[in-house]
């Protein structure tokens, strides 16, 4: 194997652990024209991999010298190499579906279905797949884990033969951990040595929150499932060179203030400076007062504020980490490797150029939640039951008097209650918040009229009288890796629940607990402080280890729960510990959904509602009739961090991760058929050959204009990639539900969409079925609706595309701004695609979801600054032209002529937000996957 040395700088470096061959920061700072050491820390480690493979395949002295001249290169394209790739099964199995096919493809045309293999190291982590069916009970984690293998045995059949058939594919078993956690404490190496050679870990992943590893100091993002099978196979991952936005931190946290307090607060700040598609890197004083779980829960949250990465420097909490979750062996060469390159922080540290820089005293961070729509709609504590009342008024359209429902009067009208005895619940409210180009949006929390909760209903649970009305809490969910990773915040949890049992509090019956840790580490120190049984003393019983409620997998409510919501329109509220509770995610009886710190959550879960002021108003009283604030149970910072070192042990850490990926017994169960390639089952309802590689040319076509388009949706701004293609549970009346039943599945066995993205033909039906779209071509009327033009026939968004693919017609989506913001969900675009959509003219896009749809190549087009679909008048019942195409090139300026009903034209000018050579080459391919799996072909023949 010959060694890539293009600037001389490959030198030797002692270690413990014997002596590897690195490429030398400081050599090649003497031989480029930049100043390396100036450079953000970020950066730095993307030059490292310049100068690695400078002289292969994809990467040239130039490119080099071009991102060591930094600012200068801002936008200038480069071939990012990383080390490795990590997914988890919603965004996997689809992966995996796609490399089998092109195996399946690539042996149809006479190549080696061989070539079709990960290069680099590919970690998969089963973490999406638990669902809290069973809750509040001891019995809850061995239920659902049996629940979980019923409804996903054939999947799971599916990534084992994965694991046999690629070479450097590894699978973490169910029931292990969420994928960030376990890749914050186990699978990260912060410094990699492969072939002898020492370089900075580096990944790319297929889920948004892959960012959290930045905060151990490893640089690593979320991308498509599409561009990590490009890099999977040996592909660079192209991108522009960033903008890096410094973020300083200073001071430290004050008393009852957490982490999950901290990272809201520094969201609602990016998401209004407008960081999309930019780096952010944290610097300053009080980066050492910050622990490093702290760190990764900001860093976990970039994807929620916009930005590509938010990176923490290796500093001496990163060595303190690797030691404390028993990974002592790493911490020689990470301290000699880090401080030899300059890749080591510390408080005399010179400052990094950046793009621009914000700051932050963390002294000034008040307690908050987040919500109930956005997770940059920050809320302070003591205004969530004005917010809520605001959201309430804005959801039922009811103010200056009780909200009933949508404002109707009910039948049986709801019973008046006053608020001091109202029952527990979780309610939505819509913070101030602002757009990623920095324009202020209207929420319920910016002003206007508030509405009365008003009184409640009775329901009967397991033979218990409750009540609950509008701002009840149902659900109360300590979940997702961006704040189980963090002792001091789960510990939190632990401790006010014991503070709370002693006072005698407990949780309503209405409230849907639950404890979903992101790696059984979490509950070995919870046992050993004796906190978790506090905690299930209040219901919070461990449920599973995954993403349960934060990904969708919240399970139903209880019957009578989710009846006397549905019958009196109630306005319900989650609470949760995570990082998204977009519209339709978390469960669809729920309108409102809070983020939250643990402990808060466990704080709600008590009150049994969000319309109360925690600040002023009691939890709940005491056996003696006496008030309990919440002031009166909340831990302090003393308390919490004597129960840490107490039950923090590095051992704990070596324990449950000696046996990550044969502990569990059910998986060691699952047999499957060996062989290079997979063999389809045309009766399976979750695995199907995609349609993607079929029928593929040796050539691509060339590309065309867009004539006679029709629109298809039509949205207005912040849609999310949960509104295209939803991830949680399938509606038995929608496309979807209905293929299914043909199929002989039961509505019980459904499972959800996210667990069925190994068949396109479930997902199709799915995408854009949000039960919160609000379609305007369909007078806004929420669900997967719109209208078949030119005759004007409401119908499914499938059908319509169905019937106008039969008659050869091509659509469009046409949307506001931040067009795709959430999760990395290649879904989104691989069923954009399916539905016949050629392009997306949008206002602004978010990064991820405008990659994955030149992923698969659905054009990407921009309307020219001040200009918007309302600006311009289209209602979306034209018919448009999108004319220029034939010589596409990158940001080019095309024209798209509109023509109404009447026969008036009207023409106006976008941007194509393909944005480098490369993206056009995919564009000109149909897609990534098609422009790889044609190189291969050549080099194959």
Partial sequence: MSVKDSFGVRKKLASDSGEVAYYSL??????????????????????????????????????????????????????????????????????????????SAMKAVGGDPKKINPLIPVDLVIDHSVQVDAFGTPLALRINAEREFERNRERYEFLKWGQQAFDNFSVVPPATGIIHQVNLEYLSKVVQVRDGVAFPDTLLGTDSHTTMING????????????????????????????????????????????????LTVTEMLRAHGVVGKFVEFYGEGLSKLPLPDRATIANMAPEYGATCSFFPVDEETLKYLRGTGREDLVDLVERYTKEQGLFRTDETPEPRFSETLELDMATVEPSLAGPR??????????????????????????????????????????????????????????????????????????????????????????EEDRIGHGSAVIAAITSCTNTSNPSVMVGAGLLAKKAVEKGLS????????????????????????LLDYLEKLRFDVVGYGCTTCIGNSGPLPDPIHEAIEENDLVVAAVLSGNRNFEGRINPDVKANYLASPPLVVAYALAGRVDIDLENEPLGHDGDGNPVYLRDIWPSQEEIAREIAGALDPSLYREQYADVYTGNEQWNAVEVPSGELYEWDPDSTYIQEPAFFKDLSPEPEPLKDIEGARVLVKVGDSVTTDHISPAGAIPSKSPAGQYLISKGVEPRNFNSYGSRRGNHEVMVRGTFGNIRLKNQLAGGKEGGYTVHLPDGEETTIYEASVRYQEEGVPLLV????????????????????????KAVIAESFERIHRSNLIGMGVLPLQFTDGESADSLGLTGRETYDILGLEDLSPGKELTVRATTEEGETREFRV???????????????????????????????
């Fill in 507 to 530: 949780v309503a019956p209405h409230v849907k607990t639950s404890l979903a840790p992101g790696s059984k580490v979490v509950t070995e120190y919870l046992e050993t402080s004796g």
């Fill in 374 to 463: 956005r997770p940059q709609d920050r809320i302070r504590l003591s205004e969530v039951k004005s917010n809520f009342r605001r959201a309430l008024a804005e959801i039922t359209g009811a103010t200056n008097g009780h909200a009933n429902g949508s404002g109707t009067q009910k039948d049986a009208p709801i019973e008046e209650q006053s608020a001091e005895s109202f029952p527990a619940s979780d309610a939505p409210a819509d913070a101030a918040g602002v757009t990623g180009e920095g324009e202020p949006e209207a929420h319920p929390s910016s002003g206007g009229e508030e509405a009365d909760p008003g009184g409640t209903v009775t329901v009967t649970l397991d033979g």
């Fill in 814 to 837: 046409i949307a506001g701004k931040e067009y795709g913001t959430g999760s990395s969900r290649d879904w989104a675009a691989k069923g954009t695609f399916l539905l016949g959509i």
């Fill in 216 to 263: 151990l100091g490893v640089l690593g993002w979320g991308v498509g499932g599409i561009e990590a099978e490009a890099v999977m196979l040996g592909q660079p991952y192209y991108m522009l060179s960033p903008e890096v936005i410094g973020f300083k931190l200073t001071g430290a946290l004050g008393d009852g203030v957490t982490a999950t307090d901290l990272v």
């Fill in 26 to 103: 400081k050599e090649l700072d003497e031989k480029v024209s930049g100043d390396v050491f100036s450079l953000p820390f970020s950066l730095r480690v993307i030059l490292e991999s310049l100068a690695r493979e400078c002289g292969g395949k994809f990467v040239s002295e130039e490119d080099v010298e071009t991102l060591a001249s930094w600012p200068d290169s801002v936008g200038e394209e480069l071939a990012y190499l990383p080390a490795r790739v990590v997914m988890q099964d919603f965004t996997g199995v689809p992966a995996i579906v796609d490399l089998a096919a092109m195996r």
């Fill in 911 to 941: 941007k194509a937000r393909v944005d480098s050579p490369v993206e056009v080459e995919y564009v000109r391919n149909g897609g990534i996957l098609q422009t790889v799996l044609r190189q291969l072909l050549k080099e194959d023949g």
